[in-house]
């Protein structure tokens, strides 16, 4: 197998070295786009202007705490989005159950079938559910807050070190 390349097999050396003018150009090709790659990178990851700032067990720390709490903030947004768009639902339910004219009309799915109950039965099951919902809405909206607080502390701290050093911001998928 060709070393750099890592792609062809030949059966001995022999086989290799008369293969070598033809696969030297596609060889050599590979071997400086990784190059460009691995140097993108590097003025990607470490600014031209960027020092070099030891990083101590506290840094480590923040920055593993810092890592810890986007990914929490992330899983708690996304279940937030669930729980508003229950909440969302748990409104539309209960206008249609208002605007029922029979009383008898409301039927309530339980597991695979559908169960006849009364009016009043299904507006107080939705009223509940939708003072559950926005309870829980509101805890995890303040969690958020609480932690973009504590996100931004750890900006300061960890930017006020390292500068340049260190990207603490959000990739975006466009």
């Known amino acids: 197998m060709v070393g750099i390349a890592g792609k062809i097999w030949y059966c001995d050396e022999t086989c290799q070295r008369k293969h070598w003018k033809t696969h030297k150009k596609t060889c050599a090709g590979r071997k400086k786009k990784r190059a460009a790659q691995a140097a993108a990178a590097e003025r990607h990851l470490r600014p031209d202007d960027a ?4 990083v101590t067990w506290e ?5 593993n705490k810092f890592g810890r709490l986007v990914l929490r903030k992330t899983e708690l947004q996304d279940e937030l989005k669930k729980d508003e768009t229950e909440l969302a639902n748990l409104e539309d339910a209960q206008g249609e159950i208002e605007m029922l004219m ?21 507006e107080e099951f939705v009223e509940k559910k939708l003072a559950e919902t926005k309870e829980i809405v ?7 807050s609480e932690m973009n607080d504590e996100l931004n502390q750890l900006k300061s701290v960890l930017y006020a070190k390292f500068g340049k050093s260190i990207n603490l911001e959000a990739e975006t998928d466009n």
């Open 138 to 144: 509101a805890k995890k909206k303040a969690q958020v």
């Open 102 to 122: 029979d009383d008898d009309a409301c039927r309530a799915r339980v597991g695979e079938m559908f169960v006849h109950v009364s009016n009043e039965d299904a």
């Open 59 to 63: 840094d480590q720390q923040r920055i």
């Open 51 to 54: 020092e070099d700032v030891p």
